[in-house]
């Protein structure tokens, strides 16, 4: 069962997907379209979930389902992933491979690049420790707050000298 995201509760589990490039007016319809749809059928073992998305600065997609009744079964999961591989397909974009990272630079700038060769890029200075970074750690709705983190304060630190 479908539910606008604002009405979503705190405590909804939150999936995150990046796909690897901007997308179009038309493609972006698409995604938002097809996402409703699966949103309003999305079930586990026969019962509705409440269950929403968003698409923030048209590349990051968010998941939220409330699993306060019931959570999302292991059928229920595959059907997302499907769903999730067919908008693959037909946009012609990555949601699915969980090998890349997003960062957003103080202009505002989003780039998803892929996690081999991250330090050379590092040591490039493609990436500081002001960019701002994904949080892989994001669980919930009321973890979105951090959705975004400075690198200083991310795994990805681990990279910089001291």
Not at 69 to 75: T, V
Not at 146 to 159: D, T
Request: negative net charge.
């Amino acid at each position: 069962m479908y539910l606008p995201f604002d009405q979503m509760p705190e405590y909804s589990r939150v999936w995150v997907y990046q796909a690897d490039q901007k997308l179009s007016e038309s493609d972006e319809k698409i995604l938002r379209d097809r996402m409703k749809s699966f949103c309003e059928g999305w079930n586990t073992h026969g019962n509705l979930m409440s269950t929403s998305f968003e698409l923030i600065e048209s590349q990051i997609l968010i998941l939220a389902v409330d699993e306060s009744k019931l959570g999302a079964s292991g059928c229920s999961i595959d059907s997302l992933v499907r769903t999730l591989r067919e908008l693959e397909n037909t946009l012609n974009i990555n949601l699915t491979d969980q090998g890349k990272i997003s960062l957003k630079r103080s202009t505002g700038e989003l780039k998803v690049i892929p996690a081999l060769g991250l330090k050379s890029r590092i040591s490039a200075g493609e990436i500081d420790l002001e960019t701002e970074v994904i949080n892989p750690l994001i669980r919930t709705k009321a973890d979105l707050q951090n959705l975004w983190q400075p690198v200083r304060n991310s795994w990805l630190n681990k990279y910089f000298p001291n």
